[in-house]
């Protein structure tokens, strides 16, 4: 596909001349970096993801993704950013921060905790908002785990804009798809982005009742066996081997 020239793309190229997105190259960069177990198949979707790019700058997080779709060095950064962000561990670690210790003295004073209680109590308490912190990635991981095989591509990396997955349907057009673990996981700003686009929604979990949403995915995402029970499955063995990478 021939795209004409940018106001961006003049900043970096001479005036007049046209910039041609070669999917063929851009598997052939994507293959070169991808040498690690389970990444097969991985160059087309990130070719994929690089052509969904292409055809319209709005759809970088960044504008100067824009014009590194264009060559070779270009595509190679994008190429590391994408398979950096697929080999991302989402293993759950403690923070950095320290608890404020004035909280231990509310929950002794206000609810009788002992000291020893209240010591345990924080530390529990960092460590579940930490896991909480990582379903959401783990949730795009399960559905990638699942859905890859089918056409979908997942566009990590950080380099396109509110858009989580994309396919390429029959009729030529692109599916693109926003996944959020729970309803209320956005603010306005962020969904704002989503307004005057095709990008479709999808979370997991309602926060007032605790349901799960598995029973209303996009038409586009049915007939492919995704369920809370295979999420459960996956995160567990997900876990289980980072852990015993961890440990060796």
Not at 19 to 38: K, S
Not at 92 to 102: A, C, M, S, Y
Request: glycine residues 8%; proline residues 2%; neutral net charge.
């Amino acid at each position: 596909m021939t795209l004409t020239l940018c106001s961006l793309c003049e900043s970096f190229f001479p005036r007049g001349c046209q910039l041609r997105f070669d999917i063929t190259l851009a598997r052939q960069v994507a293959l070169f970096a991808m040498t690690e177990p389970g990444e097969s198949g991985l160059h087309e979707s990130f070719a994929q993801v690089c052509s969904y790019l292409a055809e319209d700058i709005a759809r970088h997080s960044r504008k100067t993704n824009h014009v590194y779709l264009f060559d070779l060095v270009g595509l190679g950064k994008l190429a590391g950013n994408y398979i950096a962000g697929y080999r991302q561990s989402v293993f759950p670690k403690l923070p950095g921060t320290q608890p404020d210790e004035l909280v231990g003295v509310v929950m002794q004073v206000a609810y009788g905790y002992s000291q020893e209680s209240t010591d345990r109590i924080k530390l529990e308490h960092r460590h579940a908002m930490i896991a909480e912190n990582c379903v959401g990635a783990l949730l795009e991981r399960y559905i990638e785990s699942v859905l890859r095989t089918n056409g979908w591509h997942w566009c990590c990396g950080n380099f396109v804009k509110a858009v989580d997955f994309i396919r390429l349907g029959s009729d030529g057009l692109w599916q693109a798809l926003q996944i959020k673990n729970r309803d209320n996981s956005e603010n306005s700003s962020s969904s704002a982005i989503r307004v005057g686009t095709d990008i479709e929604k999808w979370f997991r979990f309602f926060s007032k009742t605790g349901k799960t949403n598995w029973d209303h995915l996009p038409e586009f995402m049915r007939g492919y066996g995704l369920s809370e029970v295979g999420f459960i499955g996956f995160v567990s063995t997900y876990l289980e081997t980072r852990k015993k990478l961890r440990d060796t």
